[in-house]
């Protein structure tokens, strides 16, 4: 049994990808970063200097909600530093095993390196078309879930999205002629999630039907007309694009939570023939 203030690999994997995920702080010591610069889901990385007792204290004050912290093998690093944030007054835990069990239970690893383009707080910047869809509120879901959940996303007219990714150094998403782009028969959404190796039975799902939604082959799965629909009429439903994003999250949080959780269940009628849910 967990002690009381740790969280096992398990547990967390539960938690990340949905609105409950905590913030995921990476401690290990720089050479062992170094060897190994892979990261959790969404978590950020921590110097040695950042922890310091003013540094934590400086981090704390900054800090809304749960944090696991996680350092190699879930010994001092982290547990020190879940401590000291507990002494600042946030709700903090560390994990059992650290990232060493996490990486030999099978757990997806992100590559930091792929992210190209941050801004002077570490948050990553990306750049695509205004008046998003399908594939341009997915991607960000998917970021913002499992990639980097401070992540900063701008909007733009598609003539000047390429002049505002060299502007503003942000990366360029879900348009021609980018990395971020779709690929043959996979959009961005798909190739988002090979390049980070996010790869889950529930993602993979997901995928599916934004492949479908997103590039008219609604016979890909059910649930494609259902995505497309919601998409569309939320397009209609805002004039500002960061707020239908906002409301877009609900929307994916909650196709991903069937995708994981609830396939298999159905509603019927009468509600007394005891296969109603």
């Not at 560390?94 to 801004?119: E, S």
């Not at 397009?235 to 960061?242: A, G, I, V």
Request: net charge negative.
């Amino acid at each position: 049994m967990p002690a009381p203030d740790a969280i096992s690999c398990d547990q967390l994997a539960r938690l990340i990808g949905t609105p409950k995920t905590p913030v995921i702080l990476d401690v290990r010591r720089d050479t062992v970063r170094a060897a190994d610069p892979r990261l959790l889901p969404g978590a950020r990385p921590l110097t040695e200097a950042d922890l310091s007792p003013d540094g934590l204290a400086a981090l704390a004050a900054g800090l809304s909600g749960p944090v696991v912290v996680v350092c190699a093998e879930g010994h001092r690093l982290s547990q020190g530093t879940a401590a000291w944030l507990r002494h600042e007054g946030v709700q903090a835990e560390y994990l059992l095993g650290g990232q060493t069990a996490w990486a030999g239970a099978g757990m997806p690893l992100i590559a930091p390196g792929k992210i190209t383009a941050r801004d002077g707080q570490g948050r990553s910047v990306w750049v695509t078309r205004a008046r998003p869809k399908i594939d341009r509120i997915a991607c960000p879901w998917l970021i913002r879930r499992f990639i980097d959940p401070q992540a900063v996303f701008l909007f733009v007219a598609p003539s000047e999205v390429a002049g505002v990714a060299d502007r503003f150094a942000a990366m360029p998403f879900d348009i021609e002629g980018v990395f971020w782009s779709h690929r043959a028969e996979l959009c961005t959404f798909d190739v988002l999630l090979a390049e980070f190796g996010l790869a889950s039975p529930a993602l993979d799902r997901l995928a599916l039907i934004v492949r479908g939604a997103d590039t008219a082959r609604l016979d890909l799965a059910p649930e494609c007309a259902g995505l497309l629909a919601a998409s569309l009429g939320l397009s209609r439903m805002y004039s500002d694009d960061l707020a239908q994003l906002d409301a877009g999250l609900a929307i994916y949080d909650a196709f991903y939570r069937w995708a994981r959780d609830a396939t298999d269940e159905q509603h019927t009628w009468p509600t007394n023939s005891g296969k109603a849910k």
